[in-house]
């Protein structure tokens, strides 16, 4: 007889019929694997089994043998990638930390809530929030056309939104120049230590704005109107 199964799964042989038993694999007969009836083995490459079994009836014994061949479908290969988002990323899709070769269409979920994860693949971050030590931890699941199941976890970190809290400021009108990183107010970061991007979405002073986040930002209040707010 002949068992196929996946690779890491739990085989369990069972022989019947005699008083005593020893199995081995083919061609290393002087190595017992068991004694008992049960043979339990972890299956990771295709091999051969031979069960001896003895048994005594009416002052005779006699012993006969068979074999049992075991194949062995390999795991689905997982291979996962970490990703790093913010918060307000909602809806991430976690499909984009399976690496190449990982097949798709397996179910992800998270040891933390159940809820955090829609349609097996999309992480609502905004309700799982910020973490960034060590990250959400998410597993993903796969099962092939054999039936064989392979899993993997990952972090993913999610990062808070930067803090930003500006004051509102009254400028004279021929001031020129008013460098925009100097209305920051505590607790914001300086601006070294992250990258501030400025940017007037009114029209049609959208010009008035110009610089780098390396640089900084200015606004140029010859090109506005006074008497106006930006």
Known sequence: PNIIDCQKDTVRITATGADSYAWWESGLSNTVLSNQALLTHIAQTDKIFVVRGIKTEGGKTCENQDTM???VNPLPQILLQTQEICEDLDNYNLNLMLASGTPQGGVWSSSRNSNWVLAGA??????AGPNTTPGHILTYVYTDGNGCVNRDSINLRVNPKPILNLVDTAVCADRG??????????PTPAPGNGVPTWENTALPQRNAIAGNPFAGYTFNLSLVNPGNSY
């Open 177 to 186: 120049l008013v460098n925009l990183n100097s209305i920051f107010r505590a």
């Open 69 to 71: 061949s075991l194949s």
């Open 122 to 127: 999309l992480f609502k971050t905004l309700t």
